[in-house]
């Protein structure tokens, strides 16, 4: 991902808090995330969208087995062409996920996997927590919606919602 060197701290919050405005709407829909950990995840995307380290982060809940998503959003950083800057929102709005956790996964862009691992720790040490590894969860028989965006300077996130059938 190539950023405009005029994308600044300020535009990349700008976008996370889109994100974590979603986020918010998915609590007030399902109980979930935590009201308390949306401004981790609203900075840790910002972070990571000014840095160019992003690829995907996908919040949502897992099926009981854990290895496949019920609900998904996914956030894809992208650059350049016609970003789109939507409102937050158009989330579904009655996806059985009673009893399922809450769960998130990033993945990070070229970049920062070609960062040494001195690199890597130093960028770490400034994000609001630290992930582990993990299989990624998988999608199955189900819809996706895409055509939501959140964009500033050339530089945003497009999202999809993944719905399990």
Known sequence: ???SASFTITDARYV??????????????????????????VEEVALLLKAGYLNTVDYGF???????????LRYRATTGGQLLDSRP???PT??????????????Y???YRSLGAAEKSRFGQDL???RTGAPEPTTSLGTTTTGNGYGRAGTGVTRDVYVAS
């Open 1 to 3: 991902m190539t950023r």
């Open 16 to 41: 996370g808090a889109k994100v974590g405005t979603d986020l918010r709407l998915l609590h007030n829909l399902y109980g979930k995330p935590d009201l308390a950990v949306i401004p981790d995840y």
């Open 62 to 72: 897992r099926n009981a087995d854990g290895q496949s998503w019920r609900l998904r």
């Open 89 to 91: 929102g158009a989330l």
């Open 94 to 107: 009655s996806v059985a996920v009673q009893g399922l956790d809450f769960y998130s996964y990033l993945t």
């Open 109 to 111: 862009s070229s970049a």
């Open 128 to 130: 609001p927590f630290q």
